[in-house]
């Protein structure tokens, strides 16, 4: 192929050649989907209706998602029609918006994650100051920066990534994922991108290592609460966003850093997977497991629902 900046479509990552084996694909696909659609359209819900869960925690939880089920509508739906119909092909233009909103689902995601570590900070550590710090001006200012911020960083991949010259238009993956496009790269403007990867790394890293440092505090000030009572409800709002943020990052940090194969390799398929499918759909799941307050305005609004259906 010629080289060019711009090519007329790319072609991703092929499934299977056998019509029921893409059915099934297919099917995964379609079930992953609406249960990640399901989780999060409940949680949004069950937080928007209960009064009680108006608080600066569960905004965050609202916001993040809204962030899950964009990321995973940017993978997903386009896999599901290339795997009924066995095609492999996305345009030059659909693979940029894919680039372009992938990574600012995914920034925003992060923001949005270490906001909530500072949050769950502030409630335990400094509790007779929580409603003047979290105060609703705060949790506004913090999510819009949170989405300013994805959609800064995300201009910032899709400019340098497609800025470069491509010498092929096979993208060994199921969507057009960075390190697959800097890979048919042949020129040296790649190393553009592998900066801001760098750059993107040291600011991932050192989120994380904000919201390490302040669990830190957050596990010492829950140790010398008192009560088992008391710790356990701590433990029970702590644990499952260091548990999301452990996920995401590290899946993410795998995907991004490491060497990237020459040939199709199942192991970048499942990385990709983790990373940009896994969360959004456990997302929920972890913060309803040990979440009783999540629990009751679920139990409240499919009471309301029934009752209104009868």
């Given at each position: 192929m010629p080289n060019s900046t711009v090519l007329p479509t790319f072609l991703l990552l092929d499934f299977s050649d056998n019509w029921e084996q893409n059915v099934l694909y297919f099917t995964l696909f379609l079930v992953i989907y609406l249960a990640a659609l399901t989780a999060n359209f409940l949680i949004i819900s069950a937080v928007s209706l209960d009064q009680q869960l108006h608080t600066p925690m569960y905004f965050f939880l609202v916001n993040l998602s809204v962030v899950d089920l964009g990321s995973i509508s940017v993978t997903i739906p386009n896999a599901m029609i290339n795997s009924l119909w066995n095609t492999r092909e996305i345009s030059f233009s659909g693979c940029v918006a894919q680039v372009y909103s992938l990574f600012f689902f995914l920034i925003s995601d992060l923001f949005l994650l270490t906001g909530m570590a500072y949050d769950r900070y502030v409630a335990i550590c400094d509790p007779l100051h929580y409603e003047t710090v979290m105060g609703r001006k705060a949790c506004i200012q913090m999510a819009a920066s949170a989405w300013i911020a994805g959609l800064l960083y995300s201009a910032l991949h899709t400019g340098s990534t497609f800025a470069?010259?491509?010498?092929?238009?096979?993208?060994?993956?199921?969507?057009?994922?960075?390190?697959?496009?800097?890979?048919?790269?042949?020129?040296?403007?790649?190393?553009?991108?592998?900066?801001?990867?760098?750059?993107?790394?040291?600011?991932?890293?050192?989120?994380?290592?904000f919201i390490v440092v302040s669990y830190v505090q957050i596990f010492k000030s829950v140790l010398r609460i008192p009560t088992t009572q008391g710790r356990n409800k701590a433990f029970s709002t702590c644990l499952p966003h260091l548990i999301v943020v452990s996920l995401f990052i590290s899946t993410g940090a795998i995907a991004y850093l490491k060497p990237v194969s020459g040939a199709p390799s199942d192991l970048d398929l499942v990385i990709s997977v983790l990373y940009s499918v896994v969360p959004p759909l456990m997302n929920p799941v972890i913060y309803t497991m040990r979440n009783r307050d999540i629990k009751v305005a679920l139990c409240k609004m499919f009471q309301y629902i029934v009752s209104y259906s009868k």
């Open positions: 470069i010259t491509f010498c092929s238009n096979i993208i060994n993956q199921f969507f057009c994922e960075i390190p697959q496009l800097l890979k048919i790269s042949c020129d040296n403007l790649y190393l553009i991108e592998v900066g801001v990867i760098a750059f993107s790394a040291f600011i991932v890293f050192t989120c994380f290592g």
